[in-house]
């Protein structure tokens, strides 16, 4: 599988995905699933932490925000692996279809067409235009700053980089060093999960989004091109339906939690920002941080609108053509492409909110009113 290649070789660090190099051999096989199996121990002992910490010691909102945010991106990392380990094979079926019939390009223009949407989720060479590499940058630099933050700050205290619930006394030096850095480990695994599995799934809708602009490629042709198979292209726009659908099903879990793991997430930073002072390096992280996870649900807005857009543009690109010269049968097959595209494919949460550009206004603005809640709270 060619497509999306840079955020499956992520996928392949952080233990959820096998490369052709990795199922070579059995003893490279078995060696990668040890190793899956040691990424899911790693990440979800230290959210075990984090949930247990906040339920048995958070006392105070200023407690629960400091050591929320991280629960949930953590929570978050967690509910990704376990859906990408569920759904491989699910995942590598969308990928091939994108590499068959009716979505493999005929011709130059439709491999073009095709080349230009994968280059722009970051499957190309050009560094500037790829989402891949500059969303990961975004992200380690957060990651980097604040394991940086902690080195200079919590490592001379002996305090752990987050607060945490353990059943054990880690006052000794080697076990403070042991917890320290499998917490750090565990920090940069949450990163590049997240950045992977973003970028797949919104890449996904991006491939979909250009098998649409591929069918308004084909229709422009029935008036040039004498004979066309009408009922082929009925066919693939039913097809590409059915494509979003099996999108929606495997990432559905996904889409839901990162859709309410971002809104609680920006209202837990918001309150943390009005509570530091400006200057200090705490301040800094939570912008980045912030950042981060506003860019994080736009990807995933932009790209659910972007489909949704491409999935009606097909109207257009019909009318576009010299439909009048066509004979009564072609009409009516086109009539009936006319008819299902002006049903939109949506990306949805749960089936019930529309991933776009208006879902992510409500969730700044919902992010704000818990933000003003708990202040509230404090203030009382």
């Known amino acids: 599988m060619n497509i999306l290649r840079p955020a499956f070789n992520i996928l392949t660090i952080c233990g959820c995905w096998m490369g ?7 003893r490279n096989r078995i060696a990668y699933l040890s190793y899956t199996v040691f990424v899911f121990l790693l990440l979800h002992t230290f959210c075990v932490s984090q949930f247990l910490n906040v339920i048995l010691n958070a006392r105070t909102a200023d407690d629960l925000s400091d050591s929320f945010y991280m629960l949930i991106a953590s929570v978050l990392a967690c509910c ?16 091939n279809k994108l590499e068959q019939e009716p979505c493999k390009p005929k011709n130059a223009e439709e491999a073009a067409i095709q080349n230009k949407f994968d280059k722009s989720i970051g499957s190309g060479i050009t560094l500037y235009r790829s989402i891949t590499i500059s969303y990961t940058i975004l992200v380690e630099i957060t990651v980097f700053s604040m394991i940086l933050s902690s080195l200079l700050t919590d490592l001379k205290s002996r305090k752990l980089a987050y607060s945490a619930w353990l ?24 990163s590049l999960l997240n950045v992977a599995c973003d970028v797949i799934v919104c890449g996904f809708c991006v491939h979909a989004c250009s098998q649409q602009e591929i069918l308004g490629h084909r229709l422009k042709e029935i008036a040039t091109k004498p004979r066309q198979d009408l009922g082929g292209f009925v066919r693939f726009h039913d097809y590409l339906y059915g494509y979003a659908f099996a999108i929606q099903q495997t990432f559905q879990l996904i889409i839901g939690i990162q859709l309410i793991s971002s809104t609680l997430v920006v209202c837990f930073i918001l309150y943390e920002l009005a509570n530091t002072p400006p200057m200090s390096s705490k301040y800094l992280q939570f912008v980045l941080y912030m950042v981060c996870m506003m860019t994080q649900i736009y990807f995933y807005c932009w790209y659910g609108n972007q489909l949704k857009l491409k999935s009606v543009e097909i109207v257009d690109k019909i009318f576009e053509t010299d439909w009048v010269i066509l004979d009564e049968g072609t009409k009516k097959g086109l009539v009936t492409i006319v008819r299902r595209a002006r049903i939109p494919i949506e990306l949805t949460s749960v089936y019930v909110f529309t991933m776009d550009l ?11 009113s818990t933000y003003n809640l708990l202040q509230r709270t404090k203030e009382s």
Request: aromatic share 12%.
């Open 20 to 26: 052709p190099s990795v199922v070579s051999t059995t």
């Open 80 to 95: 990704k692996l376990i859906t990408l380990l569920v759904n491989r094979r699910s995942i590598e079926i969308l990928g």
């Open 167 to 190: 059943p054990f006394d880690y006052s000794d030096t080697n076990l403070y060093f042991v917890v320290y850095a499998h917490q750090i480990v565990a920090l940069i695994g949450t």
């Open 358 to 368: 208006n879902t992510f206004v409500s969730i700044l603005k919902m992010s704000y």
